[in-house]
């Protein structure tokens, strides 16, 4: 009898899922060591070795397309080594056929500061840059200061280099677009060489993004004795000199250096137009300087508050570019977000994808949930980039960017559920016609022992619950200032600019709410291709998702449901709510095929976002009925 109670023990212990902090992300193959390997010794070679269950043939062939495999009856062919590693992942995977990469340039963006943090960095400190505490606060908060003397972390980095090259993600850039000219002193060079020689094994190129008045305060080696410059003026030849010795310093330690990324005369940072310059001016000596070496300059059109002051925000990044078309270098690519404002829980695309034809664009994409519950609400956001897909054909560019969500908790992302976005962006960057639905599933199978069906469900759902309950029938920016996260329809700072605060755009009053865009408004509409621009400009053909995004309507419009504009946005807050409550019903019901840790955690979460949720539907229901309540 106490032999069977103990079988009976033994026989439930082993069905429990193990303890698990999330730090292996999908990674999570117990090692085997029995595979038996030939061919080339490389990183391949030595994840099949120990993950593999069946022996494995890989062979080079110098014909196939760079970073393209085939994998038949075990035998994973490439043209090198960082092809075969992707093909061990494919494998490893469940893969059974080969694929090549739809893009060449697969680009995390990380916006780590040099003193450790991360400007919309919701899992912790940076995993590349250290600081520790200055003398200073600010409210109340310590202020770090940087520390560049602090070792590198080289195990850590090599995790992050083999997840993201399971994924098929080659390049990284490993500071904000905010970024301090300190950036490209020498001991922070010297630093970016330890990150490329790890990196680079596992096929991911370093780019930095760099400050455009850097040569005022930067000396560049072999230049000037040493003496930084009195102006960044892109046609002054001493700053054109300057760039080509500082490109010069860093490809001398990093031969494979990918380029710069530049945010330039957006939000306070310099660029060329302080000296009445152009964006190509900026862009091309830039190119010059890295041209010789093979880099690229992948300048952000998200600009606004320089040029074109009054215009409406959504316009500016059309209105600065598309005069300048085909006047950039041919290593220069235009970096665009997915949609016009800044990375809402939805949007209509960057109508500058229609209007740039002639220079090269790459998608600028969040990974990091600025607006989307950061990293405290359940949000894939697979969706979201699969509905740009939708109108941005993946052909017109030449590579897609992410901004990381990536930080030092143990389980890199915050939420265990934001790995996922990290997933999906590598896979859709890979190839971007895959499903929202294969991408969520793969990604379940990979990090669950068993995951519940009704988690894809939970998934594929999320992104149009968080719409609901943030940004119904097209509202948008209505987030507490600065931190982005809770609602604050009311918010007016007076000491920032008006594009920054949420009355701007909802424009409700006793009578009406909205922000017209069409040809009577601010014209928004006619900055798209045609159909959409007669669709959006059209209140009987625009989109009910974008009505209040391009139309001013009265409280008594009535929707295609029936329902006027404070009841459709009644019905939807509500609606969000209570997906969030189904998921934590279904959270629970999958609790005995989850590790205890990681289901804690992520119960957590689901509590406190719904607990945001109903925050929002609160606040921004009593605030909209109170002028609906004056027009009666």
Known sequence: MKKLSLLILAIVFAGMAKAEDGHQLWLRQAPVNKAVVTGPECIAAQELRTYSKNDVTLKLDPTMEQDAYRINNGVITAKNEIGLLYGAYALLRGETTGSKPFYKLRILNHWDNLNGTIERGYAGLSIFWKGKPGERKFRGHTIFVEDPDQPIDANLIKEYARANASIGINGTVLNNVNASPKMLSAVYINKVKQYADILRPYGIKVYLSINFASPMSIPAKGFNKGKVLKTADPLNPQVKAWWKA??????????????????ANSEGQPGPFDYHRTHADGANMLADAVKPFGGIIMWRSFVYGAAHKGEDRVKQAVSEFVGLDGKFRDNVILQSKNGPLDFQPREPYAPIFDNIKHTKQMAELQITQEYLGQSRHLVYLAPMWREFFGFVAPEKLVGIAGVANIGLDTNWCGHHFSQANWYAFGRLAWNPTLTSEAIAQEWLDQTFEKPDGQLLSVMLRSREACVDYMMPIGLHHIFAFDEHY????????????????????????????????????????????????????????????????????????????????????????TRGVNEVEDFIRIWNEAKPYIDDQRWQEVDARLQHQLHNANLWRTTCLDYFKSFQEKSK
Request: proline residues 8%; aromatic residues 18%.
């Open 246 to 263: 500082k490109a010069k310093e860093i490809y001398a330690l990093i031969p494979d250096f990918g380029g710069f990324l530049v945010k």
């Open 486 to 573: 809770g609602p604050e329809p009311n918010g007016f700072i007076a000491q920032y600019p008006i594009e920054w605060c949420p009355v701007y755009y909802h424009k409700a009053n006793n009578d009406s709410i909205g922000f017209n865009r069409t040809h009577t408004g601010s014209n928004a509409t006619a900055q798209y291709r045609e159909p959409y621009c007669t669709i959006y400009d059209d209140i009987n053909t625009c989109p009910e998702r974008y009505l209040l995004w391009f139309h001013r309507v009265p409280w008594t419009y009535r929707l295609k449901s029936g329902r006027t504009v404070i009841e459709e946005m009644e019905y939807r807050y």
